[in-house]
């Protein structure tokens, strides 16, 4: 079977009259469809066209006219297989679906999408959501109501088609009402309605594809955090303006919440000021410490005071002598005031000169 790549034209005309013929040699019909055209390997003999919602709209509903339009051109009697997905030989996008709850939809969540849309190389992607109503009976309460899970899908990139309402478990009623090729959801057994595994018949029957689950991420994983953290986000928000009552906590416990806000408050406080008092303490023994420096360092000023007083006490001790003498004795004054320093006159008295000489005179 030959094949070829087919481009579609992009031709948005309003101008184009409407149609009934949904074949794709129909250009009215191309016309009218206003869902952006893609590439995709197509059988010459038998050509289908898969046109794409425009990347900036959100996914459909399955009760949508352009969902159901899409369901009626699908030929659901011919088995698909792995492998003609796989190689691309099927003539149509394979139709994948995958279900949830989508709580508090997250990076895990898109993931999972993420996976099951490149499975094969041409998939159309069905997202089935569950309701609030048999979400609390098989698993509890959730953060976000049905509606606001529905739009979180909706605005998921990956996503082509969403199911409100969707079963808890599968049957082949449901699966040939939206024509489903394969179902996606991460290869652990998950039990539920006393079976050990809802997919396990699809697994067996070959139309069961696996997605990875990501580790450290999950709605069960963010609600533990704010639970761990849940002091501050009320303290938060209360601080924003909303009511205890809005928050669902008590009276004492909205006091005791914005005491610790004052308490807190308060360290911070104490804290920048302990913070500006050091680096004032800092500033102050930079400068001690180079007064010290000045002072008491081998060329500061108490050394030389140090130095000018024995200097005085010397000449003070030894006072210069006639001119006359000091020109016989010592023409120079300063060998002069060398002989006749205090050191050299107790050196002197030690070695018995200083008698001597005092004898003569």
Known sequence: MATSSLELPCDMSTNAAPHNDITPSSPSRKRQRAREPVKAEVDNEHPVIYRRRKPNAPA??????????????????????????????????????????????????ARQLMQAKDMFPNVYLIIGVVNDAL????????????????????????????????PWTL?????????????????????ADGEEDIYAWLKQRGMFV??????????????????????????????????????????????????????DLMKGRIADKRQELFHKWEEKSRDFIGNFMDLFSRDGRLNQLFTEGRLRVARAISPPSSPAESSSRSPSPSLDHALNSPREKRRRVASHEYLDEESED
């Open 60 to 109: 459909p509903f399955t009760q949508d006219p352009e969902c159901e339009e899409e369901r009626k051109s699908i030929d659901y009697t011919i088995r698909i297989t792995k492998e003609m997905a796989a190689a691309n030989k099927v003539g149509r996008p394979v139709r994948i679906y995958a279900d949830g709850i989508y709580d508090m939809f997250h990076s895990g969540h």
């Open 135 to 166: 979400t609390r009976s098989m698993k509890g309460r959730t953060v976000m109501n049905e509606k606001e899970r529905y739009e979180a899908v909706r605005h998921c990139r990956y996503v082509d088609e969403v199911v409100p309402d969707a």
């Open 171 to 191: 049957d082949d009623e449901y699966l040939g009402k939206h024509k489903i090729d394969f179902v996606a959801h991460d290869d652990l057994p998950y039990g």
């Open 210 to 263: 696996a997605t990875q689950r990501t580790e450290g991420i999950s709605t069960t994983d963010v609600i533990a955090r704010i639970i761990r953290d849940y002091d501050v986000y009320v303290r938060r928000n209360l601080s924003r303006g909303y009511t205890a009552k809005e928050l669902n906590v008590s009276f004492m416990k909205e006091k005791k919440i914005q005491f610790q806000e004052k308490v």
